[in-house]
């Protein structure tokens, strides 16, 4: 947003309401945001210190507005205490301008006065949203007095019987009356602040009564008048205003012809969406919860699922810096995608913006229709080029319907560039031509004789390196990917450079629902390695973007040079197991970062080819543990391993024994043994 014509009429309308000095204030401070803004976009290492913050002053309210998502929560109401206030305060020492506003009335919260207090005695522009039930005269006097700077009266409606059915619990008459109230102590004081603005959210039971709104403004004194769009999610669809848009933009259009006459000033964001590039709120706004958790703005918040939204915040002020979240992968993520135009999936309901979109919209359709490609694999649309391109390898051996599934959930991604290649290792059950009939545009290389698991992904990566792809997403047949895990997984990786292979969090994809794998870690016990949530339930306790040792090659994303620099995967782990642990452990020696995406989310059956507790799979990972071992472990590593691998073959026999498969146990015995006396390569 640059400080064009509509600023300047702007600031000609502030120097009528709030005089020449508040005006070159304001003004002041835009510009020095706007500077601020600039240099944190163009050089996003940088440390930073906002100027301005939104905080939400609590989630309590006395009435239960028909839009609000308040109205549909089950959450405890909460107010922001003063102490936790002055600990954000702290954390960003160039802060100018503070807006209280959130879900819930300000004026409920007990703390109200000595938080506005303590930010006037810091000389701190102060702006909030109220629905003035609470103004009595008291009120009304005491922020006359402090001089907050700007206050949004919420109005919904023109008449009484329209306002009363949105703003449930409200009085029309009575905030009316405390409104002129407000205006009439500012006259008497001669204070100009509190400067009054009316708010106004159009929905289908008031956007007829748009131009009697900009009359109430005119006869309370009141010199601006704002329209917003309701923020829609699952509970308010039902007053989206899109199905009577010519009719909402003719009832604007009256508003607006009133308004000029009357000389109030209109400002309306509903329909015209803006490119997702000229948001700058993850910059100059930054959104502060009641309890401390930091969004890039208010609107990812009101989904009418708080809970959830605060998993997927960058962290809390009250607990973490805000220099480390700032700079942390996921806001550096969030930022990433949106100067690259893609709307990041924690605005999937953002009221003001539209990106290309990595997030799907209501129906299931993109947001940004030219991104899905489905079964045009190879022809990436208009504007995919600015992305990195990603190569997603598919490993198929004689599992022609699964493959299918998987490449329709890959075709299905929002994605654009991408390029897709099934990798065939062998199959006799015709899995070539079923797949090539179905999707022509995939890449499809028949890999004869079969080269294994490890053998056939290299095939795969290096037909992706020798096809320009700048990541490659390792896949097997019986994963199923969600339609954001490319986009997500790339913005993450796209954040740092030093992050070399990036995975999502995969769920068990047999109706469980539970997790099978939110990354994984080397422990060096019986197995080698284990599966980090494996079996559990999923209550938010992998929601966190992190370092982890390694993913399983079923899914995982590796930058190219990581794969150039490592030679792949190391052939000489035979048929499968550890040389995707191996391949991250070989990266970590490198230098690079192994991250885990909890926003990238897959379905993965497993074992569809080789098999549970097979004897050919416990041979081979008896073969592969050990090589591993020797490969990488200190003394301490090989002791604590083969202790553990003795009592595990002990208890495993015992158990495997009562399902009669102790040939599986002695083929991982015999594994074991095959492996010491492997030669390393
Ligand atoms: S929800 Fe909208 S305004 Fe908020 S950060 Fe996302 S794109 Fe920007």
Known sequence: MGLGKSYRDLLRYKVRHVGIRNTFHVAYLDLSEEVFYRLARRFPSVAISPRSIQVECTTRCNLKCTFCELSYWTEKPA???FENLRKMAEQLPKLRRVDLTGIGESLMNRDFFRILEFLKSRRIYVTLNDNFTLMSEKTARRLVDLEVDQIFLSLDGATKQTYEKIRVGANFDKVIENARGLMRIKRETGKRRPEVKINTVVCLTNYNELPGIVELAHEMGVGMVQFVNVMTFESTTALKTQQVMRSVEESLGAARERARQLDVVVKAELFEKLPVQQCDFPWKRNFVTQNG???????????GDRTAQNGRSFGNLLESSFQEMWKGVAYSALR???RQGILPSECQYCPKYVGRGDVPAEGGSSVGSDLVAIGRAGAAPAGAAAMPKVAVVILNYNGKLLAERSLNSVMRSSYANKDVILVDNGSSDGSVEYLRARFPGVRILEVRPNRGVVGGRNCGFREAIARGCHYVLSLDNDVRIEPELVGELVAVAEADR????????TYADDGSQRIQCAGGQI???????????SGETDRGQYDRIEDVDYFPGCGFMARREVLEKLG???EGFSELAHEDTDFCMRAVRRGYRIVYVPRAVMWHRGSATHGGYSAHRKYWEGVNSVYFVRRHGRLSDRFK?????????ICALAAQSLRGNQKAVLAKARGIWDGLHKPMA
């Open 336 to 338: 990433r995608k949106i």
């Open 641 to 649: 391993y083969a202790f553990f691998a003795g009592t595990g073959l």
């Open 498 to 505: 030093s992050i070399g292979i990036v995975g999502p969090k």
């Open 523 to 533: 422990r060096y016990t019986q197995n080698v390695s284990s599966e980090r949530g």
């Open 568 to 570: 792949f995967l190391d």
């Open 79 to 81: 107010d922001l205490e």
């Open 293 to 303: 958790y930091l969004h890039p703005c208010c609107h990812t918040t009101q989904t």
